[in-house]
C-alpha cells in the first residue's frame, strides 16, 4: 500500500476516533458503534473522498467531515448486512461481527445511529452552507431507497430467484457503486471541483464500482478466508445469482479488468494529476481483501 494512503488512513481514523464522546448513559451503544466503525477495513470511500477533493484543487483535510460521513454509512450497512435477516454472518474483517458481540438489538441500533451520525457529520462540517447541504443531499440519495438500500432489496430478491444480467448490473450500481460515488462527488464539492470534474467523477465511480463488486465476486468464490476475515462460499451457499456464478472466472475477471480500465480512462482529461488514483484503480483489481 502507498504511503499517501496510509496517511490517509491514519487522518481518517483520528476523525472517526474522535467523534464520539461516550456518555455513560449509552456506553453500550457507543461501544458498539465505535467496535464496528473502528475495526479496520480498506477505508477506500473515505480516501477517495480525500483524494477527488485534492485533485479538483481542494486541501484533502477540507473533505474529512463528507469522509467520515460516507464510511460511518458504510459501517452501518456492513452491521445490518452481517444480521441474521440478512447474511447471518459471524465474522467481519477477522473480528466477531457486531451483533455477536452486542447482540442484535445493540447492533441494529449502533447501525441506525451510525446513519444519524453520518449526516451530523456531513451537515456540521466547517464549510460554506451550500457544499454541506450539496455533500449531504448526495449522501441522502446515495445510501437510501434509490440507492444502497434498493440495492441491497434487489440482491435479497436475487437469494429466491435468478437474476438477469440487467437486474445484477442494477444491484452493483445501486449496493456497491452509489457510496463509492458519493465519496467521489462528495470529495469534488468539498473542493470546489468544476461540473465537468464532478461528471468525470460519477463516470469514474460507476466504473470502478462496478469492478469492486466484480472483484468482491471473485473473492467469495475463490478467495482466502484468514485473508479475507469473513467466510467465503456464502454466494455459491444462497444460490445467489453473482457476476461468477453468472459468468464463470474467466470472464468475470475479464469485465473486471474492464471496467477498470473504463474507470482509468473517466479520469483523463478531467483532472490534472492522476497518478494516485490510477494506482488504486490498479490495487483494488488485484485486491486480496
Ligand atoms: C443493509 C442497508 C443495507 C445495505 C447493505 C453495502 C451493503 C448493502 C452490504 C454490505 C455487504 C456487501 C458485500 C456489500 C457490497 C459492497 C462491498 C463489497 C462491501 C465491502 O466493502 P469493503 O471491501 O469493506 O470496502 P471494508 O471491510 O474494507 O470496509
Known amino acids: 500500500m502507498q504511503e499517501w494512503y496510509k496517511n490517509y488512513v491514519n487522518q481518517i481514523e483520528a476523525y472517526l476516533g474522535g467523534f464520539f464522546q461516550a456518555k455513560v448513559a449509552w456506553a453500550p451503544l457507543y461501544e458498539a458503534m465505535r467496535y464496528s466503525l473502528l475495526s479496520g477495513g480498506k477505508r477506500i ?26 464510511e460511518m454509512i458504510h459501517t452501518y450497512s456492513l452491521i445490518h448486512d452481517d444480521l441474521p435477516a ?69 440482491d435479497l430478491e436475487g437469494e429466491t430467484r435468478p437474476l438477469s444480467e440487467a437486474e445484477l448490473s442494477q444491484v452493483h450500481l445501486h449496493k456497491t457503486a452509489a457510496l463509492i460515488q458519493a465519496a467521489c462527488t462528495m470529495g469534488v464539492v468539498a473542493g470546489g471541483g468544476s461540473e465537468a470534474q464532478y461528471s468525470a467523477a460519477i463516470r469514474f465511480a460507476r466504473a470502478l464500482g462496478t469492478a469492486f463488486q466484480i472483484r468482491d465476486d471473485i473473492l467469495d468464490a475463490v478467495g482466502d478466508e484468514a485473508t479475507l476475515g469473513k467466510p467465503i462460499g456464502s454466494d455459491a451457499a444462497s444460490g445467489k445469482t453473482t457476476f461468477v456464478t453468472l459468468y464463470g472466472i474467466e470472464r468475470a475477471e475479464a469485465m473486471l479488468t474492464e471496467q477498470t480500465e473504463a474507470a482509468k480512462t473517466a479520469l483523463s482529461g478531467a483532472f490534472t494529476d492522476t497518478e494516485r488514483l490510477l494506482w488504486l484503480a490498479d490495487w483494488l483489481l488485484g485486491r486480496e481483501y
Open 45 to 70: 470511500r473515505p480516501v477517495l473522498a480525500l483524494e477527488f477533493c485534492r485533485v479538483v484543487g481542494g486541501a484533502p483535510d477540507q473533505a474529512l467531515p463528507f469522509a467520515a460521513a460516507v
Open 86 to 154: 440478512m447474511d447471518d454472518d459471524d465474522l467481519r474483517r477477522g473480528r466477531p461481527t457486531c451483533h455477536i458481540q452486542y447482540g442484535e438489538g445493540l447492533a441494529i441500533l449502533a447501525g441506525d445511529a451510525l446513519q444519524s451520525a453520518a449526516f451530523r457529520a456531513a451537515l456540521a462540517a466547517d464549510l460554506p452552507e451550500d457544499i454541506r447541504c450539496r455533500a449531504g443531499l448526495i449522501l441522502a440519495r446515495a445510501a437510501g431507497e434509490d440507492g444502497m438500500v434498493a440495492g441491497q432489496v434487489l
